[in-house]
C-alpha cells in the first residue's frame, strides 16, 4: 500500500472508531498494530471482506438486491412480511441501515429509500447499506399508522421472542438488522393532519449522533433522545448511533422531502466514507436544544387558520393564526409564548382545547 493509500485507510479507521465512540487509545493501538501490517495485508483485506450473510441469504460483495424478510409463503408471513433492500460493496466499510414505514402512512421516508438504494452501485460502495423501507408494510399498504394489532411499532422496540405482534415484528427486526448496523437513519413525517418542517431529531448529548445528524446536511437539528421504545433510542441504548429524519405530512409523497432525504442519505454515506462522492458543503446546523407544543387554550375550540408557516422564526407575542368559534363568531388569537422556529404545525382544521398547533424549538440560551 502506498503512502497515500495508508493515510486514507488511516482517516477511514478513525472515522468509524469515533462513530461508534471507541476507546481512543485503543484505536492507537490497533492502528499501530495495522500499520504494522504489509501491504499484502491490503489484498488479504479485500478477500476477508466476504458475502453477507442476513436472514439466511447471501449477498456477494459488489451486488445489491432486494428480497423478502421472511422467505416463507404462508399466512403469518402474508402480513408480517417486509421488503430488505441490500447493497453489499466491493470493499470494506461501515454498515448504513436505513429504516422507513415504521408508521405506515407517512410514506415520504418510504421513497426516499427507494430512490437513495436505486441510486447506489454496489461496485462502487464501500461497506453494507441494509434498508428496510417498509418495516410496517401492511400499515404502508394500507395507510395505517399502527400496526395489525393496533399497537405502535415505534414504542415496541427492541422487542421480545414471545410478545404481541408489534413486539415480536421489533423483536426480528432488532436481532437480525439493527444490531448489525454502525448507523441507522429511521425515516418519518409528521402525525396525522400535522405537517413537519424537514428537520433531524438526534440525542446532542452523545458526541457520535450529534455529528452524524448535522452531517445529514439539512441544516435544522433538534436535540430529544426519543421515546421509550422507539426504533433511534433502543439503537442508541445498544450502542448504534441513530438519528431521524422528519419531513413533511402523512398519507401522501411530497417531492422536496423526498429529495431533501435522499440528498441527506447521500451526505450521510460520504460523511461514513462509503462512497467516492465527495462530502457537499455541509451547512452550519441550527441545532436547537429544546421545543415545546403550542396548543388551544382551554375554552377556545373551534375552525384553526393559521398564518404563521413551517420555518418562521417567531418573537413571544407574535400572531400565529386564529381560532374562530363557529356558533358564537368569537374569534380567538393563538399567540406565541416564547421565541423561537415554528418546526410542526397542524394544518386548517376544526380543533378542540389542548389540540397541538404548532411545534416550537428554541436555543437554551434564550
Ligand atoms: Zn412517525
Known sequence: MNREGWVTSIARYLRLARLRSCNIDRVLVQLIVAIGLTAAAEASDVERWDSLQLLGREVPPGTSTKFPFIPDRSFEASYLN??????????????????????????????VVRRAFAQIDAQELRGTLIALPAINAEGVRTGNRYLSDRRDLNRAFPGSAGGSVARLIAHEVFTHVVIRCDA????????????????IRAD?????????????????????????????????????????????????????????????????????????????????????ERSRWVRTAVGNGGFFFPTANLG???????SLGKIVDPLTDETFEVLSPIPGEIIGMAVPQPVLSGYALFHLAWHESN
Request: proline share 7%; charged share 25%; hydrophobic share 40%.
Open 312 to 318: 418562521d422564526l417567531v418573537q413571544a407575542g407574535d
Open 82 to 111: 417486509m421488503p430488505v433492500f441490500v447493497a453489499r460493496g466491493v470493499t470494506p466499510g461501515p454498515t448504513l441501515c436505513l429504516a422507513a414505514g415504521v408508521h405506515g402512512d407517512e410514506l415520504n421516508g418510504v421513497e
Open 184 to 199: 441507522l437513519l429511521d425515516l418519518h413525517t409528521a402525525s396525522n393532519k400535522r405537517a413537519n418542517l424537514p428537520q
Open 204 to 288: 446532542l448529548s452523545d458526541p457520535a449522533i450529534r455529528e452524524l445528524a448535522i452531517h445529514f446536511g439539512l441544516g435544522i437539528v433538534v436535540g430529544g433522545s426519543g421515546p421509550d421504545g422507539s426504533l433511534r433510542r433502543e439503537a442508541a441504548k445498544a450502542g448504534i448511533p441513530a438519528i431521524i429524519y422528519e419531513a413533511g405530512e402523512p398519507f401522501r409523497f411530497q417531492e422536496d422531502e423526498i429529495e431533501r432525504g435522499a440528498e441527506g442519505v447521500e451526505n450521510v454515506m460520504a460523511y461514513l466514507d462509503m462512497t467516492e462522492q465527495p462530502e457537499r458543503e455541509i451547512p452550519d446546523a441550527r441545532v436547537y
